[in-house]
């Protein structure tokens, strides 16, 4: 069963504009993790957040985590065209075995 | 450079075809997996592995077996290829046995059409 869902599962935004991402999941995590897919390649990773921490920043991304709404959100400030992609969250969830799950991810596109 | 290399990027079979998906990783890591992606579905996964000789069923096993007889190499076998696993095909690693934290390296996907 999917643990993330993101919203909205498609966005669509001119250069230069904020980006913002939602994911929302169901069980209690260890960490949420943000992946990036280019089309038709493979996943890369862009932030790791732990359950204990609220907020995080890399370059241009800053990630929330709201343990308690169960969700997470992704910013991507002052976009590029090249940051057209796929974004995915993904749970490490502290009960069962331990693995990635990942949601059904956020289509991106960047308007020049 | 961490790389996750798996052999071939597009690959068209027939249906009841064996079917040998590979991945090489070149970062002595301990853990290997293999998902699908559909549209609409995101990833799914099907075969994981800790180590070497041991394999653990994913979420979607049906269909699949795997192999890990080295520790770079994970692979995937379609023991009849059907219609319904077209798909694309992501292999991953990552480092110790889930140390808190780990992240996923991931290989380019591999194509799959079954006709």
């Known amino acids: 069963s999917q643990q993330g869902e993101e919203d909205p599962q498609a966005l669509s935004i001119q250069e230069g504009e904020n980006a913002t991402m939602n994911c929302s999941y169901k069980?209690?995590?260890?960490?949420l993790q943000w992946y990036r897919q280019n089309s038709g390649r493979g996943l890369v990773h862009l932030i790791l957040?732990?359950?204990?921490?609220r907020e995080k920043h890399s370059g241009r991304l800053r990630v929330t985590l709201d343990t308690s709404k169960k969700s997470s959100s992704l910013l991507i400030t002052a976009s590029r065209a090249a940051d057209t992609a796929s974004y995915f969250c993904?749970?490490?969830?502290?009960?069962?075995?331990?693995?990635?799950?990942f949601g059904q991810g956020t289509r991106l596109t960047i308007n020049p | 450079d961490v790389k996750v290399t798996q052999s071939s990027r597009y690959l068209v079979k027939r249906t009841g075809e064996k079917v040998f998906l590979e991945c090489v990783q070149d970062?002595?890591?301990?853990?290997m997996f293999w998902y699908r992606q559909d549209p609409g579905l995101g990833l799914r996964l099907i075969y994981f592995?800790?180590?070497?000789?041991?394999?653990e069923k994913g979420d979607i096993p049906e269909g699949y077996s795997v192999s890990r007889e080295k520790k770079e190499r994970f692979s995937l076998i379609l023991e009849s290829a059907s219609t319904n696993q077209t798909s694309m095909y992501l292999c991953?690693?990552?480092?110790?046995?889930?140390?808190?934290?780990?992240?996923?390296?991931f290989g380019s996907g591999t194509q799959l059409s079954v006709l």
């Open positions: 991953a690693s990552s480092s110790n046995r889930w140390g808190r934290d780990e992240k996923l390296f």
């Open positions: 069980t209690s995590i260890n960490n």
């Open positions: 957040i732990r359950s204990n921490e």
């Open positions: 993904a749970t490490d969830p502290t009960q069962g075995a331990q693995k990635l799950v």
């Open positions: 970062m002595d890591h301990e853990n």
């Open positions: 592995s800790y180590d070497v000789k041991m394999k």
